[in-house]
């Protein structure tokens, strides 16, 4: 399997394409999505955390919270 940089696939998309550096950001934040949908459903990077529970029972969430288990 060969690992490769987000950056390096922008790059090479973009100069396959016959586009210019102009078009980096918005195939970054393109393939910055991607990645981050694969992460959540194809990957099943999860990342878990322990909530310290205050004196009523109850704690904050982050902001990226989904599921509980």
Do not use: C, Q, W
Not at 37 to 61: F, H, M, R
Request: hydrophobic share 40%.
């Amino acid at each position: 399997m060969t690992y490769g940089t987000l950056d390096e696939m922008i790059r090479r998309s973009l100069l396959e394409k016959g586009l210019p550096l102009h078009y980096y950001v918005e195939y970054l934040l393109h393939g910055s999505a991607a990645v981050r949908e694969l992460a959540k459903d194809t990957l099943k990077i999860v990342n878990t955390v322990n909530l310290p529970i205050n004196s009523y029972g109850a704690s904050d969430l982050p902001g990226d919270f989904v599921d509980e288990v």
